[in-house]
């Protein structure tokens, strides 16, 4: 399937939030925004991997969502969206480790210090946000 038809998240499998798009000189690179994993960029051979690695359907649950973890801190403090290519994707592959129980907390607390405005105010969170 051409990259620019795709309705779902190669990473996560998620639905997408918009479809993809390609920008730039650059065929062979799809923008994707997702919900869960953000808004990132991906080569067409870094794509054939994750299917490959059926990231959504390991066995163990845990390649997509280390996967997401490490494009979502890709984004962090960055205007421009990830490009994420075939050796990144390798890379990442390799490396990529769910968050401890610390690094989620300050995760959250560095969340909720990004998205309310005062003490006191609330936020709705969802799975995929
Ligand atoms: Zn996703």
């Known amino acids: 399937m051409n990259q620019l038809e795709a309705?779902?998240?190669?990473i996560c499998g998620r639905r997408?939030?918009?479809p993809p798009s390609s920008r730039g000189r650059i065929a062979d690179v799809a923008y994707?925004?997702?919900?869960h994993c953000g808004q990132y960029?991906?080569?067409?051979q870094a794509a054939v991997g994750l299917v490959r690695l059926d990231l959504?359907?390991?066995?163990?649950?845990?390649?997509?969502?280390?996967f997401a973890y490490a494009v979502r801190r890709m984004q962090m403090?960055?205007?421009e969206w990830p490009l994420v290519d075939r050796e990144t994707?390798?890379?990442i592959i390799d490396s990529a480790v769910l968050?401890?129980?610390?690094?989620?907390?300050?995760?959250?607390?560095r969340w909720l210090g990004d998205n309310l405005f005062s003490p006191g105010e609330t936020e709705s969170v969802s799975d995929e946000t």
């Open 41 to 44: 960029g991906l080569t067409r």
């Open 99 to 109: 968050p401890s129980v610390k690094e989620q907390a300050d995760n959250l607390i």
């Open 16 to 18: 997408l939030t918009e």
């Open 32 to 35: 994707y925004s997702c919900p």
């Open 56 to 66: 959504s359907h390991d066995s163990q649950g845990r390649r997509a969502p280390a």
């Open 7 to 10: 309705r779902e998240c190669p």
């Open 77 to 79: 403090g960055q205007q």
């Open 89 to 91: 994707a390798e890379r």
